[in-house]
Nanobody
Framework: QVQLVESGGGLVQAGGSLRLSCAASGSTFSTAIMGWFRQAPEKERELLGTINWRSGNTYYAASVKGRFTISRDNAKNTVYLQMNSLKPEDTAVYYC?????????????WGQGTQVTVSS
């Protein structure tokens, strides 16, 4: 089992920045990929990007590429989502997730989510 705890959400003005953290504990050695997602009210959950836990290779969705950056600190078992140039449409609950496989789209573990609100 892997436990994930997000932190760092809050209220920010448009154009501002936030950094979210996702602290992992438990059987983290089994984790291959970490992903960041978000879900806005009445919208489907959206994959923002992923990071390979071992290599550090990243992938970003087109909607956030160039504004958001995913990084990790293996020593702290923590993954970060740096969000810059935030827009009101970035308002959502943000989740981190982990999966044991390098392949497929199903994630095995999820955090509880953290609210990000961007005011105009």
């Amino acid at each position: 089992q892997v436990q994930l705890v997000e932190s760092g959400g809050g209220l920010v003005q448009a154009g501002g920045s936030l950094r979210l953290s996702c602290a992992a504990s438990g059987s983290t050695f089994s984790t291959a990929i970490m992903g960041w997602f978000r879900q806005a009210p009445e919208k489907e959950r959206e994959l923002l990007g992923t990071i390979n836990w071992r290599s550090g290779n990243t992938y970003y969705a087109a909607s956030v590429k160039g504004r958001f950056t995913i990084s990790r600190d293996n020593a702290k078992n923590t993954v970060y989502l740096q969000m810059n140039s935030l827009k009101p449409e970035d308002t959502a609950v943000y989740y981190c997730a982990a999966k044991r496989s390098l392949f497929g789209s199903l994630y095995d573990y999820w955090g509880q989510g953290t609210q990000v609100t961007v005011s105009s």
